[in-house]
């Protein structure tokens, strides 16, 4: 349990500091045969930071768990 524990904090502190990113898909616009037109789209995947910080929570429950438990 201590390592998984461990494992879930540092994701927490990931997901923290990183709180998006952006997904960038093509999107064919107009097909004429051999002519191809596409367009990139922006995509913005956002959380908030309180997302990690409840992560970290659950992490360190894990850990402090995993350590009474021995």
């Known amino acids: 349990m201590k390592p998984l524990g461990i494992i879930i904090l540092l994701v927490g ?3 923290t500091i990183y709180t998006g990113f952006n997904l960038v898909t093509k999107e064919k616009v107009l097909d004429l045969g051999k002519v191809e037109i596409t367009q990139e789209k ?15 929570v659950v992490g360190a429950g894990v850990l402090i768990y995993g350590i009474k438990r021995r």
Do not use: A, F
């Not at 922006?42 to 970290?56: N, Y």
């Open 42 to 56: 922006d995509h913005k995947v956002t959380w908030s930071p309180l997302v990690g910080v409840l992560v970290m």
């Open 13 to 15: 502190l990931c997901i």
